[in-house]
Nanobody
Framework: VKFVESGGGLVHPGGSLRLSCVGS????????LGWYRQPPGRSREIVAR???????TYENSVKGRFTISRDNDKKTVYLQMNSLKPEDTAVYYC?????????WGEGTQVTVSS
């Protein structure tokens, strides 16, 4: 399975972005999927996940601001990010959570700065 992320960019604090991740595989709809981020100089962390039944979970720092969703027909998972903060600056990736993690894509850069 390969993932291709897009939608990042430069945004002011308080702004919004919507990230997209297109996957592959005939059983995409059965995957639990996650959005991860890697801030500069830090390790990668998962911030949101969605399972095959659209049950979602979020890391505490993004709860109430980020929303993960999926469109199985398009083999795409989304991350709507609102009320962005400078500490959200990172490269964002999607993947299957451990122990099913696939090769990582290139990610998409999100920079929150005034």
């Amino acid at each position: 399975v390969k993932f291709v992320e897009s939608g990042g960019g430069l945004v002011h604090p308080g702004g919004s972005l919507r990230l997209s991740c297109v996957g592959s595989g005939n059983i995409f709809r059965y995957y639990t999927l996650g959005w991860y981020r890697q801030p500069p100089g830090r390790s990668r962390e998962i911030v949101a996940r969605i399972n095959e039944n659209n049950v979602t979970t979020y890391e505490n720092s993004v709860k109430g601001r980020f929303t993960i969703s999926r469109d199985n027909d398009k083999k795409t998972v989304y991350l709507q990010m609102n009320s962005l903060k400078p500490e959200d600056t990172a490269v964002y990736y999607c993947n299957r959570p451990s122990p099913f993690t696939e090769d990582w894509g290139e990610g998409t850069q999100v920079t929150v700065s005034s």
